[in-house]
Structure formats: C-alpha cells, structure tokens
C-alpha cells in the first residue's frame, strides 16, 4: 500500500502553533532583526521540529526558477529591469519567467495557477502592490519575494528595491533653477507609485528651497508613456504664460515633450529646456540628447535576483528597504535663460 505523502508544512500554520501572526514568521524566515529573541528561537524550533522547507532549499544546489513579474511589459523601461534580472540569474545558473498582469485580478490568479503548477523558487515583483492577500498566497507557496518599486508605502515585511527618486526630482529641479529657469513645470507620473510622488515631491522641494512658488498649472499629470507626455507638452505650451523649463517624471514622457515642442515650431534648448528621467538607451539617441536622471535599473534587477537567492539560503538581509542612488547626466538638451547669471 502506498505512502501517503506528508502534507506540506504551511508558515499559517506555524504561526498558529508559535502564537504569533504570519508576518512574524515571515519575517524571521526572511532573515529579519526586528523580532525579539525569545520569539524567533521558538518559531525557528517549531520550523525545525515540522520539517518547514521553503522552495530552493536545496542545500547549495543552484535556485531552479525565479518568477519576474510586471504589470506591463511595453515600454524599454522593463527591458532594462529584465537585462539587469536575466545577467545575475543567469551567473547564478538560475532561470527566469517572466509574466505581465496588466493590473488585473483575473491575470494575477492565472500567474498564482501558474506558478503552482511549475514549482518556481522565488519572485521578483515590478511596481506592484504587494498587498496582505497575495503575500499570504506567495507565503503558502514557501515563495520568497522582493518587489521593485512598490506602489504605495513600502511594506517592511518583503525586501524592496529602488532608486533615490526624491533626491533625483531635487537634482534635475535645481539644476534648472542654477541655469536661470524660472517657470519650470513638472510631467508627472501615475500619482499611485511611490516613486511617482516622491519625483514630485523632490520638484516641490527644490522649487521651495530657491523660495519659488509652485504653480499647480505648471504640473500636468502623465503615465509614464509617450501619448502623455505628447498631451503635457500641448497642454503646457497652450497656456498664456508657458515654461522655459519642462521636467518629465519618465524618458519617455520626456520624447512626446519634445514632438510637441517640434510640432510648435520650439527648439530645445534654445527655446525650452527639458529633463527626463531614467536615462534609458533612447535618451542618448534623442536630437539632441537628453539631458536626464539616472536610475540603476539594470543593478536594481540584479541586486532583486541576489536578494532573493539570499532569503533561499537563509541568509539574513542587513535591510528591508534599499534604494540605490540616481544620478544627473547632462547632455544637450538643457540650456542657461538668455541674459541670466548663468549663460
């Protein structure tokens, strides 16, 4: 007569036993310091006592497969994230699959199905709202995740990865108020992300350090693609008293600026000065190159791939939040205002 095979050992239910909620085991499973003593020897001892066994643990073997996970895969944005994810896996002898959810309920519980049924060890998750529900999904499965750049407030009970985006939104605003520029208006992204709002907020901020005030006509909103950021510039340079300076949240936004800087007859710089965000390949193939804010997307991938091989070996993780810095590239699409201090 057969075996009945053993069921598998669920992080409910050892917290269950332990006392505590599952974010707690989570967290000691996930190498984290802010659980007292006393609590993480007792769940570590029913972890060992009920065989727990998280996928990849494989005693040094390599990590099978790792999830990638996007809510939209058309823009080089993603690209740049899947370069950075496909080069350290692939070091690590570990395979990607990657997977687009368009934001919908119904594509998140087919990649749940998915991910049942093909055993992956770890996901990487891009801009998503990891929310309580999808993280006791990902728990169930012994799945270790990370996200990169979270929508909302980043949750401290999974490790995210981003860039230094309110530091980025300050360097690209007072570069532009050193080179003389006054009406500075800002594209915005999607106001959901954390890393939309937190490139506004820098704006604001640098603005409000040079003792300028914020003209709310001066910021339009975006989402991030070409379309939109096309629609900001006709919206802003339809206006009575347009900027000298246009700021974008995203490269991409920043290139439909330009054609409807071209479509008015406006040439950047000498008559608009514009900075991007990202510093994606096309930006230094725009006429004239762009000048642009830097984010690490391809370190940010693979900094999101080592993490999760760490929280599979068991290994603690100094951080459960890291954000990488950005960076100003200057090129030429940015110019003093003729007759200021700076020219």
Do not use: K
Not at 193 to 201: T, Y
Not at 325 to 338: F, Q
Request: aromatic share 4%; hydrophobic share 40%; charged share 25%.
């Amino acid at each position: 007569m057969a075996d009945t095979p053993t069921p598998a050992v669920t992080i409910s239910a050892i917290a269950e036993e332990a006392g505590v909620s599952a974010p707690t085991v989570s967290r000691v499973l996930n190498g984290r310091g802010d659980v007292a003593p006393a609590t993480r020897e007792r769940i570590e001892s029913l972890l060992r006592a009920r065989g727990y066994r998280r996928r990849g643990s494989r005693g040094g073997e390599p990590v099978g497969l790792l999830d990638l996970v996007f809510n939209d895969l058309d823009s080089p944005w993603a690209v740049e994230i899947i370069r950075g994810v496909e080069d350290a896996a692939h070091a690590a002898g570990s395979g990607i699959v990657v997977s687009a959810i368009h934001r919908r309920a119904s594509s998140t519980r087919q990649w749940l199905q998915n991910v049942r049924s093909r055993t992956s060890d770890g996901a990487i998750l891009v801009t998503t709202d990891l929310d309580s529900s999808l993280r006791a999904e990902l728990e169930e499965l012994h799945m270790p995740s990370v996200v990169i750049d979270p929508v909302g407030v980043p949750d401290l009970a999974v490790p995210t990865i981003g860039a230094t985006n309110w530091a980025g939104g300050l360097s690209a605003t007072d570069y532009l108020i050193s080179m003389g520029h006054r009406r500075i208006a800002f594209v915005a992204g999607r106001p959901e992300l954390w890393c939309s709002r937190a490139r506004l907020d820098g704006y604001r901020a640098g603005l409000e350090t040079a003792g300028l005030n914020v003209d709310d006509a001066l910021v339009v909103p975006g989402e991030f693609d070409y379309e939109s950021g096309f629609r900001a510039g006709e919206r802003l340079f339809g206006l009575a008293d347009p900027p000298t300076a246009v700021f974008s949240a995203s490269d991409q936004m920043t290139l439909g600026v330009y054609e409807a800087l071209r479509r008015r007859g406006l040439r950047v710089p000498a008559d608009v000065s514009v900075i991007g965000f990202d510093d994606l390949p096309e930006a230094r193939w725009a006429s004239p190159p762009l000048t642009t804010v830097r984010q690490p997307l391809a370190e940010m991938g693979r900094l999101a791939v080592h993490t999760v091989h760490r929280l599979l070996r068991g290994e603690a993780i100094e951080s459960p939040r890291v954000e990488l810095a950005t960076e100003l590239v200057v090129r030429d699409s940015t110019a003093a205002v003729p007759g200021s201090s700076a020219e």
